[in-house]
């Protein structure tokens, strides 16, 4: 290497961030000859040019081609690895070896030749008119990149269409074209932008939804709009936040810190949520976070004994009760906040319950689901975190994972235990008027079918005949 290039390539490397990200070395003709991705750029280049480095041939003659260095920041390993397989695909640099033994690794699959494509994991790779990219080594690091790209581009998951919204339509991560509440033609346009991010074309990403923002304001289409600026923003965040990152193994939770007024970084994080219909198979989940990672051995949950009808803050209040009850005589993990899906008056609901277990000094905070607003006990009003916020995709992964894990479990006590109707939780209705309604009707099924004037010769009475209905409608 002469010394002039020798010197250029050292400048470059010491201006190298210690960040994520994607590298390409050039040559002489400022050519891509190779990509690679590494979670610590400065330390990851350097690596190939530290003199005391054994070196095949390849290697070698790799080196002494590089003439200049390029790099691409992202927001972690897992986004670096989908950026570095675009690049690889766009410009198949002569020194990135294929990967021979395809079956060996996964793909990411976005089936464009169906009317609402999907986007999946396959190890399949079948000549089918389907985008494949990949093949990938790291399975984790794939899987945490799909997470984060359904939150931007929240494309169908299931093969065949469902009669109604599923949970991922309701946590935002699909955008419901089983009930027609996404056109052909809009749909589209993600897939497109979803297209482009795959191929490490990131800024074209943001400036399509820069144009379409614009375009959906003037056409007065408020709603696309407001989506639009949503996926600018997480885009964006993951060039605002690479620095911050990089300083503590708990970023986020650093910044969570100083949001909540916290004496110390709350590493362990346990967030209750609840889930029943119309008061029936209540049921309360618990979710444990270490370091921003769930910890599904520390999960809990709790099949409401105590509480009739539709209660959350009792509801929540037991949960919170069983799960501290002799915490310290069970030497089990005590967690640094406990977080509660809902409002302001669960957030003291279970501030109280705390205080009456002697767990005074447990923080408590609550985020609220219709505008994501954060309550902390210290202050009155609700601390309005940006879109972009880190702190804010923190706290809403710990949630979603709470709902979903409350809610599989409200649904298998559903299909396994089919003998506890529910129907003692509605107004009007004790053990011997479900007992009768059970005789007259048979099932729960039957029950449904019938009508409220057929319900009210059970029942005696017409309002709770409707209340029975209502709730037969729910389920």
């Known amino acids: ?78 986004t670096a690895l989908i950026c570095e397989a675009g690049l690889i695909k766009n410009y198949a640099p002569r020194f990135n070896v294929e990967l021979k033994d395809d079956k060996s690794y996964p793909f990411l699959k976005l089936t464009v030749q169906e009317k609402y494509p999907r986007l999946f994991i396959t190890r399949r790779k079948i000549n089918d008119g389907a985008f494949y990219y990949g093949p990938y080594v790291n399975v984790k690091l794939l899987k945490e990149a799909v997470s984060f790209v359904k939150k931007v581009f929240p494309l169908k998951t299931c093969r065949r269409f469902k009669k109604k919204v599923c949970l991922e339509y309701h946590i935002n991560q699909c955008l419901g074209p089983c009930e027609n509440k996404v056109s052909v033609e809009d749909y589209k346009t993600i897939v497109n932008d979803l297209k482009k991010f795959l191929e490490g074309k990131k800024e074209k990403v943001i400036h399509s939804l820069e144009k379409q923002m614009k375009q959906f304001s003037r056409g007065h289409e408020y709603e696309k709009a407001l989506l639009a600026k949503k996926r600018i923003e997480a885009l964006t965040a993951l060039s605002q936040f690479h620095d911050q990152f990089r300083q503590s193994i708990y970023g986020e939770l650093d910044e969570l810190k100083g949001v909540l007024k916290l004496e110390s970084v709350p590493v362990v994080i346990e967030c209750f949520d609840v889930s029943n219909i119309m008061g029936a198979h209540a049921v309360a989940s618990m979710v444990r976070f270490v370091a921003g990672k769930p910890e599904k051995s520390g999960y809990r949950r709790f099949k409401i ?15 919170v009760c069983r799960r501290y009850t002799g915490i310290y005589e069970k030497k089990d993990i005590f967690p640094d906040l406990v977080l509660i899906d809902g409002g302001k008056g669960h957030l003291f609901t279970v501030k109280k319950e705390l205080e009456k277990l002697g767990l005074n000094s447990v923080p408590v905070a609550s985020i609220a689901k219709e505008h994501n607003h954060l309550y902390g006990a210290f202050r009155k009003e609700p601390i309005r975190l940006s879109p972009g916020s880190r702190v804010l995709f923190l706290i809403q992964r710990i949630r979603d994972e709470a709902h979903r894990f409350a809610i599989n479990y409200h649904r298998s006590l559903r299909r396994k235990d089919k003998f506890i109707t529910g129907l003692q939780g509605i107004k009007g209705i004790g053990a011997v008027k479900e007992k009768k309604l059970l005789k007259v009707f048979g099932s729960i099924n039957d029950l449904q079918k019938a009508g409220i004037a057929e319900i009210q010769k059970v029942v005696m009475d017409t309002k709770t005949a409707r209340r029975v209905k209502e709730y037969l409608k729910n389920l």
Request: aromatic content about 8%; glycine content about 4%.
């Open 1 to 78: 290497m002469n010394k002039h290039k020798s010197q250029k390539i050292k400048s470059k490397i010491a201006s190298l961030p210690d960040s994520a990200g994607v590298y390409k070395f050039l040559d002489a003709k400022n050519k891509i000859i190779y990509v690679g991705k590494a979670i610590n750029l400065k330390k990851r280049v350097s690596s190939y040019f530290q003199p005391a480095r054994a070196r095949g041939n390849r290697l070698e003659l790799l080196i002494s081609a590089v003439r200049d260095i390029e790099i691409i920041r992202t927001f972690s390993e897992a």
């Open 305 to 319: 004994k105590n509480v009739k009808g539709i209660d959350d803050y009792s509801m929540i209040r037991e949960a």
